[in-house]
């Protein structure tokens, strides 16, 4: 059955157990149910699939792609995968309630853990992402859009990218910088723009040398201390948490 076409069937609770599917295409097929226990599916093609409660027991999923399926409830227990096995957030979701986001956090919360214990850790991060992003959409179906819960991680995940992705912090960092020092040289802080440069330098990293005159620019200055002190905390928080997959 080496490269089936399956594409788009309807195969709820369909038995596959035992067989040899390598390159097969399942993409947009519904296979609810299904026993895919001990099965090669090297290379094969998920996409966009309906995988709820499947099982996939001792299957061996090499290059896997599992981008945009629907993986709630999903079996993977003592499968074999590679740096090619792909999995990615649900495509086509209709609405769905706080219990069915608790499931796709805990099914993305399994899979981070294959990952990391494969030594695949760039796609722990990002299925620690998916899960993070999962309690999100959780805290709002369930306490509502205005709930501290759901506020504090949606804010969370703008500046810090959940604790996952370094680069939210970073662009906000760099943007702080960028303004402030603009600023100062518009203000005429100091009397050169390297001057200036090196002014909001230290003003971001330990603290402003000297107070500038006027109003507005003596905000900027502490409002750069401030954040810029606490975003690199935050740098540093982020750097070492990362790594607890």
């Known amino acids: ?79 074999t995968i590679n740096g090619g096995t792909n999995f990615s957030k649900v495509k086509n979701r209709k609405k769905i309630n706080s219990t069915e986001w608790s499931y796709f956090a805990q099914s993305y919360h399994n899979i981070k853990t294959l990952y990391a214990d494969h030594g695949l850790v760039k796609k722990a991060r990002e299925l620690k992402l998916l899960e993070r992003r999962a309690r999100l959409f959780e805290a709002r179906e369930r306490e509502g859009w205005t709930s501290s819960s759901y506020l504090g991680a949606r804010i969370s995940g703008i500046l810090t990218g959940y604790g996952v992705q370094i680069r939210h912090l970073l662009t906000w960092m760099v943007l702080l910088f960028i303004f402030s020092t603009i600023w100062y040289i518009e203000a005429g802080v100091r009397e050169t723009v390297l001057r200036n440069i090196s002014y909001s330098i230290i003003t971001f990293t330990t603290a402003m040398p000297k107070i500038p005159s006027g109003g507005f620019t003596q905000v900027v200055a502490i409002v750069e201390t401030f954040f810029g002190t606490l975003s690199t905390i935050l740098l540093g928080y982020i750097l070492g948490s990362r790594e607890n997959l």
């Open 1 to 79: 059955m080496e490269g089936s076409n399956f594409s788009g069937a309807h195969l709820w609770g369909a038995d596959f157990s035992e067989s040899f599917l390598r390159d097969a295409d399942f993409s947009d097929a519904t296979l609810w149910l299904s026993d895919f226990s001990h099965v090669n599916l090297q290379d094969a093609d998920f996409t966009g699939s309906d995988l709820r409660e499947t099982v996939f027991t001792g299957a061996d999923l090499r290059g896997a792609d599992f981008g945009g399926a629907d993986i709630r409830g999903v079996d993977l227990s003592d499968v």
